[in-house]
C-alpha cells in the first residue's frame, strides 16, 4: 500500500512554470504506476500523465503533451510532475495517484489534491 502526498502547487502567471511533487508513504512506492490526473471546477477529471514502475514508460495527455514531463525518483519515493508554458485553461486541482498500470482506471491510491492556479 502506497499514500500518495502531493505539494508544490499555488498561483502562477500564463506562461510560467510550476513543479509539482508527490511523495508516497510506504515501502511498496517502486510496485506502482504513478499518475497526476487534474480536475477544474465543472469539469470531468482529466488522465493528465502517468509512468509506469521502472520509469521506462509515460504516458501524456494531448493537453499538456510537450510541456509536461513526469520524472520519477524510486529511492526517494517521488514522482514530480514538471509542467511549463502554463495556460489558464491548466488551472485545476492537481491528484497524485498510485496504481497497477497505465490504464487510467487503475489508480486504486489517491492523494488529497493540490491547487494549481494560472493567471492571464
Known amino acids: 500500500q502506497v499514500q500518495p502526498v502531493e505539494s508544490g502547487g499555488g498561483l502562477v502567471q500564463a506562461g510560467g512554470s510550476l513543479r509539482l511533487s508527490c511523495a508516497g508513504s510506504g515501502r511498496a512506492f517502486s510496485s506502482y504506476a504513478m499518475a497526476w490526473f487534474r480536475q477544474a471546477p465543472g469539469k470531468e477529471r482529466e488522465y493528465v500523465a502517468a509512468i509506469t514502475r521502472s520509469g521506462g514508460t509515460t504516458y501524456y495527455a494531448d493537453s499538456v503533451k510537450g510541456r509536461a514531463t513526469i520524472p520519477r525518483d524510486n529511492a526517494k519515493s517521488t514522482v514530480d510532475l514538471q509542467m511549463n508554458s502554463l495556460k489558464p485553461e491548466d488551472t485545476a486541482v492537481y491528484y497524485c495517484?498510485?496504481?497497477?498500470?497505465?490504464?487510467?482506471?487503475?489508480?486504486?491510491?489517491w492523494g488529497q489534491g493540490t491547487q494549481v492556479t494560472v493567471s492571464s
Open positions: 495517484a498510485a496504481g497497477s498500470g497505465l490504464g487510467k482506471s487503475q489508480y486504486v491510491y
